[in-house]
């Protein structure tokens, strides 16, 4: 059994030893410190089901390994939320004792690399690099969160898209591209009010007014706007990208030790979607990964079965097996990473 669970879905999946594909199911995002432990469990709870009733008599009470990648794995050091965890997944059927959680960077790697160590970068609505070693994490980078960090994320790109639109706005005349799309997403009526035109100025704050009493994560939305008008060639949304690569190559480089060629593993809904940005970040990283090999995440899921086919006892050095588990039904429109 190998679990995906992160901040906006969860995915589960349940396969042989050999990595044949017998049950898989979605569920709602699992991460207990953006939800809660009681949601947390019961979105885990039926992600895990699902991909159990799927998988029949095959799946149901043989499970003999399990991983369960989670987001926000920390909240884990607080007892009750591991109770909480444990306590769903046995009453959706898996035998106790035979499921271990790690994070979701770590299913992440797995799921790019058969390789034990090396770095994984998520950049998704948030951000974060880390270094891998022997299948865990020992150190990272960034991944504080959209107020203080996560730079290079959605979140932030959308962020540097609404200042854009704000500076554009006050300054009054024409919108860039990515300015225009903005403000349609967000005040479509920004420019008339009962069929008054308003100042400049005014319609800078109302539009910051409006994102203000928004909830946070309504910058990320925004973020595929940027990419969008980085090919219509906005000379923001280029700055914008650039910024952005650079900001995440930097992150990776924290984690790794200058000139080692351990592979850096790419993984979360921007780096899959926005071709921009993943262009602009290979190439920053090429510069400074002495060769390194650059991966894409595969299956997270998938990555979570194989590791937990390797404390079944799966060789580690079969990289067909790797590849059967990780690649399968590969869905780059759907990133579990995210």
Request: contains cysteine; negative net charge; glycine residues 14%.
């Amino acid at each position: 059994m190998g679990v995906d669970a992160g901040g906006t879905a969860t995915r589960a999946l349940v396969a042989t030893l050999a990595g044949e594909r017998v049950g898989e199911a979605w569920a709602g995002g699992a991460n207990p410190n953006a939800h809660g432990a009681d949601v947390a469990a019961d979105q885990l709870a039926e992600a895990v089901a699902g991909a159990l009733e799927q998988a029949g008599a095959r799946g149901r009470g043989s499970v003999v390994s399990g991983v369960v990648g989670l987001a926000g794995v920390s909240s884990l050091g607080d007892a009750r939320v591991r109770e909480r965890l444990e306590r769903a997944l046995a009453g959706v059927g898996l035998p106790e004792g035979n499921t271990v959680f790690t994070g979701d960077d770590e299913v992440a790697f797995a799921s790019g690399t058969p390789v034990p160590g090396g770095t994984v970068l998520i950049a998704g609505t948030g951000a974060i690099a880390t270094r891998i070693d022997g299948r865990r994490r020992t150190r990272s980078a960034d991944g504080m969160g959209w107020l203080i960090g996560d730079e290079g994320s959605g979140f932030w790109l959308g962020h540097q898209a609404a200042r854009e639109t704000a500076r554009q706005l006050a300054r009054g005349g024409g919108l860039s591209p990515l300015a225009h799309a903005v403000v349609e997403r967000i005040t479509p009526d920004l420019y008339r009010v009962n069929g008054r035109e308003r100042l400049p100025e005014e319609r800078a704050r109302d539009f910051a007014r409006t994102l203000t009493a928004a909830p946070p994560v309504t910058l990320a939305a925004l973020a595929p706007l940027v990419s969008e008008a980085h090919a219509q060639d906005d000379p923001a949304a280029v700055v914008i990208v650039e910024a952005a690569a650079g900001h995440l190559a930097h992150s990776v480089h924290q984690v790794r030790i200058p000139g080692e060629r351990l592979p850096v593993v790419l993984a979360g809904g921007v780096l899959s979607q926005s071709a921009p940005v993943r262009a602009a970040l290979t190439r920053k990283l090429a510069l400074g990964a002495a060769g390194a090999v650059i991966a894409t995440a595969g299956c997270t899921a998938g990555g979570a079965a194989w590791l937990a086919a390797l404390r079944a006892g799966a060789p580690e050095d079969d990289q067909r097996l790797h590849a059967v588990f990780t690649l399968a039904d590969r869905d780059p429109g759907r990133t579990d990473a995210a």
